[in-house]
């Protein structure tokens, strides 16, 4: 038999819980993903964290619903989404009280507005600003609301960076970040093809600036992976997936930075058809 396509983990122990007697049982997992080192090692425990580290997610999306009564804060972790923060604003209802009037009703309702608008922001920043797998930020309200909110400038400039888009919905509570991830799908499509248009465009653009340090073609390539010097390899998804194979694992052994291009942007098929494979260089061979 050949080994799978992405790899094996293989575990053997003694489970017996007599002393002097064996049980020796072998256990064998086929990971979903390609595993990325070679470990033999004998213990007292099973070395799993190689196996853990493949099951964590590589990026987060910050996620906040609100109105001017409540927010709530979140994160969507793959296909999870986890509640973080639930926060009230105390503001009062249109419902005026103690003779007051409506000028001064509105002063105190804007004023309190504000001050909500603050400690959301504040709130946002104690969970997200530090947060190393944070890829971006949506958020979900009524119209005037969240645009108030973004408008106002009220996130520090490292969060406002990291908004890719809002959404109208109406609920502010838990419950509304399903709406809210269900209407984002294509947002975070397009995301995606954002950050892929920009990885090409700084390809090309190295290409155009510092040729010797920027290669494309495969002979060119793979001398520079087999030399080490390849700090991002570029490989498009059209590729045969044979070769595909062959330059990640040069470019996993020498600790090269791998970008997957797809041929969904005119950047991406530009660069398909001009090889489909390149690179950055960290020296000059």
Known sequence: KRTPENGLALFCGNISKVEGQQDIQLWDIEPYAPVKSRLYRCDKEFVLEPLKEML???????????????????????????????????????????????????????????KFYKRIAEEMKKIFFNMPKLKGIIIGGPIPTKDEFLDGEYLVTKLGEKVIGKVDIGDASA???????????NLLVNHERTLE?????????????????????EKDNRRALQFGAVSTLFLSVNLQKALIKELTQLAENTGAEIKMISIDTPEGEQFYNMGGIGSILRFSI
């Open 56 to 114: 964590e997610v590589s990026e987060v999306f910050g996620l906040l619903v609100m109105d001017r009564k409540e927010a709530t804060i979140g994160v969507l972790e793959g296909k999870r989404i986890d509640t973080l923060q639930k926060m009230t604003s105390g503001i009062p209802s249109k419902v005026r009280a103690g003779g007051q009037s409506s000028q001064r009703f509105h002063r105190i309702t804007e004023g309190l507005t504000k």
């Open 175 to 185: 419950s509304g970040f399903k709406e809210l991830v269900e209407k984002s799908q």
């Open 197 to 217: 248009k920009k990885d090409v465009e700084n390809f090309f653009q190295n290409l155009g600036e510092n040729p010797e340090k920027t290669f494309l073609g």
